[in-house]
């Protein structure tokens, strides 16, 4: 005999649209608490055919039942069981064909599914060899694109999230250092956006991809002109540069730093694009090309007005590395008190 979640299941298929709607609203309240998300996960198997094809279907339905996937997906074996019934595929066939709301929706349920291992190569398309990338190709593009307003929500700004896990393994590293493709010149570009997810998407991206420095250098170094602004202004504090100082920096950075800034408040952030110096600077080629934007100087002044401790040991991170590797303290920042 039926339980009643059974039975809560069974009507998403109804035939009467009041019925359905009745049913997806039910779902969606309970996906809100953990013993209903609970409850919901023990009938996975029979729950995401119906739920997931509602998110293709009129925005009374679409819409709750996208909130529902999201909040499911949350739980890692349910994320799992829908990356297995291919639901990345289904969110990347409707993201670009729904309403914002709920291409917004669709593009959180992929951050959480590319969580894990089989999502980031579903997303990948690791295994379509004439595919590979255009998934990926295409997130990059909505979200250099698009943008919020005062009047709407910007329904892409969560793709910075995807981006970053993705960027974890090896081979979302490789296919964003495609020269070929462009896909990290055309992410940094978001670094100084006025959303803080873009901001913080783009540098866990840079930052990520910065591991794989020892074989990538070239690439990395290849659109320098956009990836050195995206690392050391927002470690540069908010001070106005010096005439001197700024003679020996290229424009992008020199311009910049010629006017007051509003800080990047999240600690974060200035962690992650110095943790990506470093590993850049570890290289030789990395640390002359670092040492040729008059980097350290940067480097030093931002040290200056940094309060955040995990933020402090980075730079000081970075500052004995160039301290080590230039034979001399002048222009490095001092690890000591």
């Known amino acids: 005999m039926a339980t009643e979640l059974e039975e809560l299941v069974g009507f998403l298929s109804s ?3 009041n019925l359905t709607k009745a049913a997806v609203d039910i779902v969606h309240g309970l996906t809100g608490s953990e013993d209903g998300l609970k409850s919901l996960a023990n009938h996975a198997e029979i729950l995401l055919p119906p739920l997931s094809r509602l998110v293709a ?3 009374e339905v679409s819409e709750p039942a996208a909130v529902a996937l999201v909040n499911l997906s949350q739980r890692s074996a349910v994320a799992a ?3 297995d019934m291919g639901m990345i595929n289904l969110a990347m066939d409707l993201l670009f064909k729904s309403e914002p709301n709920i291409s917004r929706l669709l593009v959180m349920l992929l ?3 590319t969580q894990l291992e089989s999502g980031t190569a579903s997303l990948l398309q690791t295994g379509d060899e004439k595919m590979q990338g255009l998934y990926v190709m295409k ?4 979200f250099c694109r698009s943008s919020s307003s005062e009047d709407s929500e910007d329904p892409f700004e969560h793709v910075g999230s995807i981006l970053v896990n993705i960027s974890k393994k090896e081979a979302g590293r490789k296919l964003l250092l495609d020269p070929k493709r462009g896909l990290l010149k055309q992410i940094i570009r978001q670094y100084d956006s006025s959303s803080p997810l873009r901001r913080k998407g783009v540098s866990g991206t ?8 020892a074989s990538e250098l070239q690439n990395l170094l290849l659109i320098s002109e956009f990836l050195w602004p995206a690392l050391l202004l927002p470690v540069a504090g908010n001070k106005i540069y010096s005439q001197q100082d700024r ?4 424009l992008e950075l020199s311009s910049a730093l010629s006017i007051e800034r509003e800080p990047v408040d999240d600690p974060e952030i200035r962690a992650e694009v110095l943790e990506a110096i470093y590993m850049i600077t570890l290289q030789e080629a990395g640390l002359r090309a670092f040492w040729s934007v008059n980097g350290p100087r940067i480097i030093q002044v931002g040290y200056e007005d940094e309060e955040d401790p995990k933020v402090m040991e980075a730079y000081e991170q970075l500052g004995s590395l ?8 002048e222009s490095a920042i001092e690890t000591s008190n």
């Open 247 to 250: 003679s020996k920096m290229p």
């Open 139 to 142: 997130l990059v593009r909505s």
């Open 111 to 113: 951050v959480n599914l």
């Open 206 to 213: 840079i930052r990520n991809c910065c591991f794989e420095a």
């Open 57 to 59: 279907g009129k925005k």
């Open 15 to 17: 035939p009467s649209p």
């Open 81 to 83: 069981k829908m990356v």
């Open 322 to 329: 160039l301290i080590n590797s230039s034979g001399t303290e």
